[in-house]
């Protein structure tokens, strides 16, 4: 039996191919693809993931073929992914952050072993992948239950702030919005997002957000009465953002690094030192964090649809893509349907 996938080419373009569907073991789960968003980590990965690798870490599904050995789940069964895998015996499987699991693997992305993503018509996945969809979480809303994860646990490193205390969060990409929205959802009153890009800060002001745009984010703070922020969460992964935030936090203040900077970026250290700011990076999640974002969207705490602003086929990846890699654009997830 064949399948479509979308791979990377040798030219390091995005093309439709046939495969055959692999083997299923009898431990294992195989999916229909339902949708599977396109992240920003796989516009980068296009120009460093080895040829032939299929993407996509962001999927939702329904089952379509269970192994002999699997018991608990059945075919019909609608479903987010985990898309990592973790050996549950390391310590950091013990201590709850499996995310941090020396052994494991991940489907759509070059971290240990590298497994097939969901720009497919269908992937094999191991069964403790799986988490069911309930509620309000629709299998379009399924797909975003990874990002979603992601700012579960960035949200969580600032648990300790004071719910009526400012936290500032750069960047309304896809990670920034989620972010903002897990620190709402975790009672966090006041939650401020800086963006340069107009059509970016407009979604984010659409879901209730103060925002500031323009070069004098210190300005647009004072106009909203927030003198200097006790924590800030940096999504763009850029230097001058990360300098923006440091420049922008109180004495010591809490700086929670996401964004994931493509180069080394050269950083106001000094700053850091002399104010006494606290850093710490976050880096996808726990099994615990994804249990919640998937609760999270079952209970329509985070309404996600919003940000939703393209649904397409899965043949049109490459138009995504080119789409998401302008800065410009006013998409924030574009999901693509097999
Ligand atoms: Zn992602
Ligand atoms: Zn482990």
């Known amino acids: 039996v064949a399948m479509r996938v979308v791979e990377l080419s040798q030219e390091r373009g995005l093309v439709m191919v046939d495969r055959d569907v692999a083997e299923l073991s009898d431990g294992q789960v195989r999916l229909d693809v339902a949708y599977c968003g396109v992240c920003g980590s796989d516009l980068h990965m296009r120009h460093t993931m080895p040829p032939g690798a299929v993407f996509g870490h962001e999927f939702s599904g329904t089952v379509s073929e269970v192994g002999a050995d699997v018991s608990g789940w059945s075919k019909g069964d609608a479903v987010a992914v985990l898309p990592y895998t973790s050996c549950g015996t390391c310590g950091y499987c013990r201590s709850g952050n499996e995310n941090q699991c020396v052994t494991g693997g991940h489907h759509g992305l070059v971290l240990g072993v590298q497994l097939q993503g969901g720009y497919a018509d269908s992937v094999v996945v191991n069964p403790d992948s799986l988490y069911a969809l309930s509620g309000s979480a629709t299998l379009q809303r399924g797909a975003l239950a990874e990002p979603v994860a992601v700012a579960v646990r960035a949200a969580s490193a600032v648990a300790d702030v004071d719910r009526s205390e400012p936290i500032l969060v750069v960047g309304a990409g896809p990670i920034g919005l989620f972010t903002a929205l897990a620190l709402r959802a975790a009672n966090h009153n006041s939650v401020v997002i800086l963006e340069r890009n107009a059509a ?38 850029a230097g001058p953002a990360m300098n923006t935030a440091i420049s922008l936090l109180r004495r010591q203040g809490r700086l929670v ?72 654009t006013s998409h924030v997830k574009i999901l693509l349907q097999p």
């Open 200 to 237: 970016r800060a407009e979604v984010a002001g659409s879901l209730g957000f103060e925002t500031v745009v323009g070069d004098d984010p210190a300005v647009g703070l004072r106009k909203l009465g927030i003198d200097q922020p006790p924590a800030v969460i940096e999504c763009a992964g």
């Open 257 to 328: 690094l996401i964004g994931l900077p493509m180069n080394r970026p050269e950083i106001d250290i000094e700053s850091v030192i002399l104010k006494e700011i606290t850093a710490s990076g976050t880096a996808g999640y726990s099994r615990d964090d994804f249990t919640r974002a998937v609760q999270l969207l079952a209970d329509d705490i985070i309404p996600a649809d919003g940000l939703i602003t393209a649904v397409m086929s899965l043949d049109a990846a490459t138009t995504a893509f080119e789409e998401l890699t302008d800065p410009m």
